[in-house]
């Protein structure tokens, strides 16, 4: 079975300062991970995946299969980042269906 | 385009009542999702179906029962509410001709069961 863990429910920093939201997988296969982005009054979105390796708004992710790892990272937090950030898994190929697999979630607040 | 629509956007039910729950889409999209959002939880998913006229279970099935009558509906019923309902609703959609899985999410229902 796979599993998402981000270990830190809530997270605070302050404007300019880095931040890195934790994300661990449990996944046998070959898993597509994804970070989705929920702000407030608004629905849930897709903010990356890790396969288009591109960085959104500042944020990148890096699969490190090794640390079965997918942890979000942007050098300069900003106020408008604040928001729940759920990590999700996908396995790649087969009959998935694109059924994801969510964290629990972090709320992150920025701080001015 | 709309995306993804729900409705309603909040319900309160008594305990023992049913409701359902509506989603649409009009992205053409193959697959569509029911999830739940509790604190702590994160989503977790209820059914999902991957065409017309198909549905399966997610993780947490019980309780709820679904339909694809429509490709572009998927609809989630309650037959008897339990307070353990008591969540926010998210349906989502996914996968158009070019094979992209990014899941697109509805504003979400919020119920209530007393």
């Known amino acids: 079975a796979q599993r998402v863990t981000q270990p830190e429910k809530l997270l605070s920093v302050f404007k300019g300062a880095p931040v890195e939201l934790k994300c661990n997988y449990s996944?046998?296969?070959?898993?597509?991970l994804f970070w989705y982005v929920q702000y407030s009054r608004q629905r849930l979105q897709l903010l990356l995946r890790?396969?288009s390796r591109e960085s959104i708004k500042g944020f990148t992710a890096d699969l490190n299969k090794g640390e079965t790892s997918f942890h979000l990272k942007k050098p300069f937090a900003q106020e408008e980042d604040s928001a729940m950030y759920y990590c999700a898994l996908n396995r790649a190929g087969g009959t998935s269906y694109g059924k994801l697999t969510f964290g629990q979630g972090t709320i992150l607040t920025v701080h001015p | 385009n709309a995306g993804v629509t729900q409705t309603p956007k909040f319900r309160v039910l008594k305990t023992g009542q049913s409701m359902t729950l509506l989603c649409a889409q009009d992205?053409?999209?193959?697959?569509m999702y029911w999830y739940r959002q509790d604190p702590g939880m994160g989503l977790r998913l209820i059914h999902y179906?991957?065409?017309?006229?198909?549905?399966a279970k997610g993780e947490v099935p019980d309780g709820y029962n679904v339909s694809r009558l429509k490709k572009q509906n998927f609809l989630l019923g309650l037959e008897s509410a339990a307070p353990s309902q008591t969540s926010v609703y998210f349906c989502?959609?996914?996968?158009?001709?070019?094979?992209?899985?990014?899941?697109?999410f509805g504003p979400g229902t919020r119920l209530l069961v007393l």
């Open positions: 179906s991957v065409g017309e006229g198909t549905t």
């Open positions: 996944y046998s296969g070959s898993p597509e």
């Open positions: 890790h396969i």
């Open positions: 989502a959609s996914s996968y158009d001709k070019s094979g992209q899985e990014t899941q697109y």
């Open positions: 992205m053409n999209h193959e697959y």
